[in-house]
């Protein structure tokens, strides 16, 4: 084998080196796990967020309009659980003045069966805090809140062949083991329902 031969075969070598090397990389790269902190049922297709981000768009209505976020909602505001509407769904947060535990417990039962819950995401959730999907249409909170903050955000769906005008979200609200409508703040305006039952309408 003269020098010519010998550059070339060590040239080959060299390639195959890197290909091994560059294929083990490869095997080695896994991507990250996706995570989720809100347990829910399996959802049916028609829950993606992009029928979901469509559907919620338009308002709601109720004996309190809920659309718009509480003014100068913060941390640290009137004890609550605070419910609005707007352009990027629905929210629910919880606070209090006091650093004191309080427990925000409720439901939210969206009808017809056929809507679903969607893009649930937990707003500074800790241990004590649960928020999980019943099936498909009962959504349950569970907040120990002092004196920060605690929430959740969703969509709804828009069922097919349905008029989107038909649905309801439903909410019972409890503090502290009891329903005290004192306790719940409703839309930019802030105004407490009568009762601790209370409930919205889709508008066409």
């Known amino acids: 084998m003269n020098l010519r031969q010998l550059r070339l075969a060590a040239v ?3 390639s195959t080196a890197l290909v091994a090397c560059g294929g083990a990389t490869t095997l080695d790269v896994q991507p990250a796990a996706a995570t989720h902190p809100v347990t ?3 959802q049916p297709a028609a829950s993606a967020a992009p ?3 469509g559907c919620d768009a338009g308002q709601w209505r109720g004996a309190i309009s809920p659309e718009g976020r509480p003014d100068g ?3 640290g ?3 609550a659980v605070y419910v609005w509407h707007d352009g990027d769904g629905w929210h629910i947060r919880t606070t209090d003045r006091r650093a004191v535990d309080h427990h925000y417990t409720g439901t939210i039962r969206l009808e017809p069966r056929a809507a679903n819950f969607a893009d649930i995401r937990t707003v500074r959730d800790e241990r004590d805090d649960r928020v999980f999907v019943d099936g498909t249409n009962v959504l349950h909170y569970d907040f120990h809140t002092f004196a ?3 929430g959740a955000d969703f969509r709804i769906t828009c069922p097919a062949r349905q008029r989107a005008d038909r649905q309801v979200l439903a909410f019972h609200t409890d503090f502290d083991g009891h329903p005290i409508a004192d306790r719940v703040r409703i839309g930019d305006s ?3 329902p009568k009762t601790a ?3 919205f309408t889709r508008t066409a």
């Open 148 to 150: 920060s903050i605690d």
């Open 77 to 79: 505001d009137a004890g």
């Open 197 to 199: 039952d209370f409930a």
């Open 40 to 42: 829910t049922a399996p």
């Open 190 to 192: 802030k105004q407490s």
């Open 51 to 53: 029928d979901a981000v």
């Open 12 to 14: 080959g070598l060299g």
């Open 73 to 75: 909602l913060d941390a």
